[in-house]
């Protein structure tokens, strides 16, 4: 029988590409995934794989995004700088249609109401729907109905809580997108370069004094979420976390798939002792003695 786990997904972008070959890593070594939590591209990344569609797989839709990536809006679209028409399509192959409650893994992403600035957890309606509100990276893609649902990294950048509501007796990993390499500095943050990524952004941008002062708003989020980040895992105490290094990618930068992909392995790879320790007896029993009354919101 396989050791059953639970999955926090964090937010990041293209850095979530890191979470498929953390769960490919984990397949491959038996360990059965009882639920999955998303929070922005991690409800994203995690949506198919609650629909148990193969890592490998997503992947290979995700390099075909890369080719080409398309972020036209829709007609009926909120305000927004860009679009999500083309991570739709992507997505359809695998959600399309398909209903929270009715997934093969337990699943649930949260999301941020701009009306209430209240954290709101998705568990059930349609998954496509869902996947949209925990992207909506706020001004970047549109607000979502009519409690104008955003990004839920603004406020919890990794679901380790909603997680734990989903089977709070099994080991909570937690996947957090913000590590970067040692020589990495704030300043090195922007947004792509117009060549970089079809010009989804820099086509309404000019190289003036707003374009400046957009990149230096980036760092700031940057630099505020990898500290909400610390902060809300301080608090929160996942069983695991891993760390893949790969805080230096900004969130909508054209990247090398299977690099990410492979860099989510090696860093689930550097931490299944952690896991195998979390699974001990008496680890086990301490878990269940304090979360085992745990409820969802």
Same mark, same amino acid.
């Given at each position: 029988m396989s050791d059953k786990i639970v999955l926090a997904l964090g937010g990041g972008g293209v850095k979530g590409i890191a979470h498929l070959g953390a769960v490919e890593?984990? #397949? $491959?070594?038996?360990y059965e995934i009882d639920g999955i939590a998303g929070t922005s591209a991690g409800g994203m990344f995690g949506a198919p794989l609650a629909a148990k569609v193969p890592p490998r797989e997503i992947l290979d839709v995700v390099a075909d995004f890369m080719k080409s990536p398309s972020f036209k809006r829709a007609s009926s679209d909120a305000a927004s700088l860009i679009g999500t028409t083309g991570i739709e399509t992507a #997505?359809?192959?695998?959600i399309e249609g398909k209903i929270i409650n009715e997934l093969p893994i337990k699943f649930c992403v949260t999301a941020v109401s701009l009306k209430t600035g209240q954290e709101v957890i998705i568990r059930e309606g349609n998954v496509m729907e869902a996947v949209l509100a925990t992207i909506a990276i706020p001004g970047v893609f549109p607000t979502r109905g009519e409690h104008l649902l955003v990004d839920g990294g603004v406020l919890d950048p990794v679901p380790v809580e909603p997680a734990r509501a989903l089977n709070p007796s099994v080991p909570i990993i937690a996947v957090a997108l913000h590590t970067k390499p040692d020589d990495f500095s704030p300043e090195q943050f922007g947004y792509p370069a117009p060549d970089q990524f079809s010009g989804a952004i820099f086509d309404r941008l000019t190289r003036n004094r707003i374009g400046t002062s957009l990149m230096n708003m980036n760092i700031g989020v $940057? &630099?505020?979420?990898?500290? &909400?980040? $610390? #902060?809300?895992l301080e608090v929160s105490k996942p069983d695991v976390i891993i760390r893949p290094i790969v805080g230096h990618y900004s969130a909508l930068q054209k990247v090398d798939p299977i690099e990410l992909f492979n860099e989510g392995y090696r860093a689930m790879q550097d931490q299944l002792p952690a896991l195998v320790n979390s699974l001990s007896f008496l680890r086990s029993v301490i878990r269940i003695a304090k979360y085992s009354t745990a409820k969802p919101e």
């Amino acid at each position: 029988m396989s050791d059953k786990i639970v999955l926090a997904l964090g937010g990041g972008g293209v850095k979530g590409i890191a979470h498929l070959g953390a769960v490919e890593c984990l #397949l $491959e070594n038996n360990y059965e995934i009882d639920g999955i939590a998303g929070t922005s591209a991690g409800g994203m990344f995690g949506a198919p794989l609650a629909a148990k569609v193969p890592p490998r797989e997503i992947l290979d839709v995700v390099a075909d995004f890369m080719k080409s990536p398309s972020f036209k809006r829709a007609s009926s679209d909120a305000a927004s700088l860009i679009g999500t028409t083309g991570i739709e399509t992507a #997505l359809a192959k695998f959600i399309e249609g398909k209903i929270i409650n009715e997934l093969p893994i337990k699943f649930c992403v949260t999301a941020v109401s701009l009306k209430t600035g209240q954290e709101v957890i998705i568990r059930e309606g349609n998954v496509m729907e869902a996947v949209l509100a925990t992207i909506a990276i706020p001004g970047v893609f549109p607000t979502r109905g009519e409690h104008l649902l955003v990004d839920g990294g603004v406020l919890d950048p990794v679901p380790v809580e909603p997680a734990r509501a989903l089977n709070p007796s099994v080991p909570i990993i937690a996947v957090a997108l913000h590590t970067k390499p040692d020589d990495f500095s704030p300043e090195q943050f922007g947004y792509p370069a117009p060549d970089q990524f079809s010009g989804a952004i820099f086509d309404r941008l000019t190289r003036n004094r707003i374009g400046t002062s957009l990149m230096n708003m980036n760092i700031g989020v $940057e &630099l505020g979420s990898y500290r &909400l980040t $610390e #902060l809300n895992l301080e608090v929160s105490k996942p069983d695991v976390i891993i760390r893949p290094i790969v805080g230096h990618y900004s969130a909508l930068q054209k990247v090398d798939p299977i690099e990410l992909f492979n860099e989510g392995y090696r860093a689930m790879q550097d931490q299944l002792p952690a896991l195998v320790n979390s699974l001990s007896f008496l680890r086990s029993v301490i878990r269940i003695a304090k979360y085992s009354t745990a409820k969802p919101e």
